[in-house]
């Protein structure tokens, strides 16, 4: 069942003259905006004991403001001892370093054995959380840091600040052909046309902006740092693709697999055996969303990735080219 709740403030001098809508995430500020804003308009707020439903509601000051609130449980998922490798906790957060193959989210298709089921198992009191407490994704095949919450308000802390931009994601990548220079791809990302479990960059779509640098550079391949302005539904993976570099073993976005000219039978077999996107989310940085402390996690590149590294690295000290 969902989780009601009664939450209770008066307005102050500061607040004299302010939209409802202006004043609740003032008063209650462990709860997001929208979320606010959808209480109102639901009739669950009540100023002086009378519901109001217009979010901009002037306020005269020193009124008495009672919010019938309602929190959804994660009820239809199921607890699973699933492993998440925990890198940090505390009573407010936790970080994960994902493996491949691990999906975030149950959906179609991937009801169990997910990192959701493995948190409501890991911690029961999730289940009182949106998405038992995730704040961002990563893909199936995507390995790497990513942060979720363990109470309602590190949540709306961490939500807010990703969607001001003040959480820093950066990965290690590795995509076909060699590119000179770093840069920045600043192009929408919406729902493909035709496609629609895929994702493309579409002038109608939403702001999406990815910085890159590069880390090393073979003969075919380059070794790529990435780091997120924004955090669209596969944005590394549509923003390279579109500037013509796929990353290594995308199976969305990659294309048909070609090898590069008097590749060694180890590249060869390595690139035909890589079926994954060669992508690792390397450092995770935030403002702790109840201390404010500035914390900084780093994950080792996976194994994979670093036997691919080096393959590509040995092909190309055979192989003689030229920057």
Not at 45 to 61: A, F, N, S, T
């Amino acid at each position: 069942m969902n989780q009601e709740l009664e939450l209770q403030a008066e307005v102050g001098e500061d607040l004299i003259g302010k939209r409802l809508d202006q004043a609740l995430p003032v008063l209650f500020s462990d709860y997001s905006r929208s979320r606010l804003k959808e209480w109102i308009l639901q009739g669950r707020v009540y100023v002086d004991g009378h519901p109001i439903i217009k979010p901009r509601e002037k306020l005269c000051g020193y009124e008495t403001i009672t919010v019938q609130a309602v929190l959804e449980d994660v009820i239809e998922w199921q607890p699973e001892p699933v492993e998440l490798n925990i890198v940090y906790e505390d009573d407010d957060i936790l970080v994960i370093n994902k493996a491949a193959d691990v999906v975030v989210h149950p959906g179609a298709g991937n009801h169990h054995g997910t990192i959701l089921n493995g948190l409501l198992y890991h911690y029961p009191e999730s289940a009182k959380l949106a998405r038992a407490g995730i704040v961002h994704r990563l893909d199936k095949d995507t390995t790497g840091l990513m942060v979720v919450a363990k109470t309602v308000a590190a949540q709306t802390h961490l939500v807010e600040s990703l969607q001001a931009r003040q959480i820093t994601r950066e990965y290690e990548a590795i995509v076909i052909g060699q590119m000179t220079a770093g840069g920045m791809v600043d192009e929408p990302i919406g729902r493909h046309k035709t496609k629609r479990t895929q994702m493309a960059v579409d002038p109608f779509g939403r702001p999406a902006v990815t910085h890159y640098r590069v880390a090393e550079k073979f003969r075919e391949h380059t070794r790529l740092r990435l780091r997120l302005e924004t955090g669209r539904t596969h944005q590394i993976r549509v923003h390279m693709a579109h500037i013509g570099h796929p990353l290594v073993g995308d199976p969305v976005y990659g294309g048909r697999l070609k090898l590069p000219k008097a590749a060694t039978p180890e590249l060869v077999t390595t690139l035909q055996n890589f079926k994954r996107q060669a992508l690792h989310a390397v450092m995770l940085q935030l403002e702790h969303p109840i201390t404010g402390e500035l914390m900084q996690w780093h994950a080792d590149i996976p194994d994979d990735m670093v036997a691919l590294t080096d393959i590509i690295r040995k092909d190309s000290e055979l192989n003689p080219w030229q920057e």
